[in-house]
């Protein structure tokens, strides 16, 4: 079966601009989490999403926000990028969202902010 | 809040065992995860240990000491491709109910022939 595919796979924008950033997890699995992963902080987590709902929130500013759709594909969206945004955002889904089973990692969208 | 512990790299020769600790502190607890992540590459997930005790899975074992907050990824047998990043990650209770999955900052394995 097709693995969690997101989009695009590589971004370059320019500090104070938005960006989208999406996600599908592998098909039956309705728990999406984002993380964002650099050199310095590691992985780092942003929110989960459950059927359509936020399940949990990271530590990160309010420009850092996202959704899910019904059918469990999820999108983030940064706005007002800063230069700290640059890093590889990665999406996981899983089945029940426990993680006991483990989650399945897309290859990740690497932002550069310039 | 939760943190997690584990040594920035490792070094290890072709065909040895090497061990990868990790020592944590949550509020609440709901197991010890432990990924693999190559270069350029997505986090693949390895191992769960819910209990204390040895999880074997091929090459690779995992185990966990709730009491200790401890516990660690025993590679076997160690093939060059096994060269990646190793995280471990715990799920915990916060104030608002079960977060996510919180990871280690990762230890580097470096296979040499």
């Known amino acids: 079966k097709a693995g969690v595919t997101q989009t695009p796979r590589y971004l370059i924008k320019t500090r104070g601009q938005q960006v989208t950033l999406s996600c599908s997890p592998i098909?039956?699995?309705?728990?999406v989490s984002w993380y964002q992963q650099t050199p310095g902080q590691g992985l780092q987590f942003l929110f989960e999403y459950f059927s359509e709902t936020q399940r949990n929130k990271g530590n990160f500013p309010g420009r850092f926000s996202g959704r899910q759709f019904s059918n469990s594909r999820s999108e983030m969206n940064v706005s007002t990028l800063e230069l700290g945004d640059s890093a590889l955002y990665l999406c996981a889904s899983s089945l029940e969202g426990t993680g006991n089973y483990g989650y399945t990692f897309g290859s990740g969208t690497r932002l550069t902010v310039v | 809040g939760q943190s997690l512990e584990q040594p920035s790299e490792v070094t290890a020769v072709e065909g040895a065992i090497v061990q990868i600790n990790c020592t944590y502190q949550t509020s609440g607890f709901y197991g010890l995860s432990w990924y693999q992540q190559h270069d350029g590459g997505a986090p693949t997930f390895l191992s769960y240990n819910g209990l204390d005790g040895l999880e074997e899975t091929g090459r690779f074992s995992s185990f966990l000491s709730r009491s200790d907050s401890y516990g660690y990824l025993l590679l076997q047998e160690l093939q060059m491709k096994d060269s990646a990043s190793y995280f471990c990650?715990?799920?915990?209770?916060?104030?608002?109910?079960?977060?996510?999955?919180?990871f280690g900052s990762g230890t580097r394995l470096q296979v040499q022939p």
């Open positions: 990650a715990v799920r915990d209770r916060g104030g608002t109910g079960r977060r996510a999955l919180t």
């Open positions: 098909s039956g699995h309705r728990s």
